[in-house]
T-cell receptor, first 116, second 112 residues
C-alpha cells in the first residue's frame, strides 16, 4: 500500500462546483503539504501544515482552503472551482528538520483535476 | 529569499550517453538541496539529497550530483542513461527547513 494516498486520482467537474481532494498518510509524519503542478511551472505550494493545529498559506492559496482532520489526514477544498484551477495536485509529507537538517518530502501519486 | 533555476526545460540524450541536468540556486543562508524524479503518471520520488558533508552525493538509479557553493550549483549527472530514465527531474532547495522550493523541472528524453 502507498504511504501517501490521494483520492480521487482523477476528477472532472464544472465551474462553480465545490471540490474536495483528500490525502492520507501512513508514514507518521507531522508535516503535510498541498502543491499544484502545471506544465512548465513546476510545483507551487498551496497550503502546508506542521501539525494538526497548524495551517499556513503557501504562495498560491487564493481560491483554496484546507482542513487537517488528524495527523494522518489533510484535505484540500476548492469552494467554487474555476477553469484555471485545472491542474495536477500533489500531497506530500515530511518529518521536521532533524539536527537542523531539512528532511525530504514524500509524495502521493497526484490527483488530476479538470474544471470545465 | 531562496529560488531554484533549472536552465533546461527539455534535454534529449541518446541511450547509453552521459547526461547532465543543470540546477542553480540562490539563498542567503545555508542550503539543503534535493533532486526528485517524476515518472509518467506518478508522484515525485527522491533521487538524492545534499544536507552537509561531502559535496558529491550519490543517489538511486546511478545518478549523482555535486554541490558547488562558489557557483551556487547542484547539477545532476549520470554516466550512461537508459530508456527507463525518461522522466521529469526537479531540483529543490530548502534553507531553514520549513519549506522546499522546487524548480520548474527538466524533461529528460532518451533517444534510441
Amino acid at each position: 500500500d502507498a504511504d501517501v494516498t490521494q483520492t480521487p486520482r482523477n476528477r472532472i467537474t464544472k465551474t462553480g462546483k465545490r471540490i474536495m481532494l483528500e490525502c492520507s498518510q501512513t508514514k507518521g509524519h507531522d508535516r503535510m503539504y498541498w502543491y499544484r503542478q502545471d506544465p512548465g511551472l513546476g510545483l507551487r505550494l498551496i497550503y502546508y501544515s506542521f501539525d494538526v493545529k497548524d495551517i499556513n498559506k503557501g504562495e498560491i492559496s487564493d481560491g483554496y482552503s484546507v482542513s487537517r482532520q488528524a495527523q494522518a489526514k489533510f484535505s484540500l477544498s476548492l469552494e467554487s472551482a474555476i477553469p484555471n484551477q485545472t491542474a495536477l495536485y500533489f500531497c506530500a509529507t515530511s518529518d521536521p528538520p532533524m539536527g537542523g537538517l531539512s528532511q525530504p518530502q514524500h509524495f502521493g501519486d497526484g490527483t488530476r483535476l479538470s474544471i470545465l | 529569499a531562496q529560488s531554484v533555476t533549472q536552465l533546461d526545460s527539455q534535454v534529449p540524450v541518446f541511450e547509453e550517453a552521459p547526461v547532465e541536468l543543470r540546477c542553480n540556486y540562490s539563498s542567503s543562508v545555508s542550503v539543503y538541496l534535493f533532486w526528485y524524479v517524476q515518472y509518467p503518471n506518478q508522484g515525485l520520488q527522491l533521487l538524492l539529497k545534499y544536507l552537509s558533508g561531502s559535496t558529491l552525493v550519490k543517489g538511486i538509479n546511478g545518478f549523482e550530483a555535486e554541490f558547488n557553493k562558489s557557483q551556487t550549483s547542484f547539477h545532476l549527472r549520470k554516466p550512461s542513461v537508459h530508456i527507463s530514465d525518461t522522466a521529469e527531474y526537479f531540483c529543490a532547495v530548502s534553507d531553514r527547513g520549513d519549506k522546499i522550493i522546487f524548480g520548474k523541472g527538466t524533461r529528460l528524453h532518451i533517444l534510441p
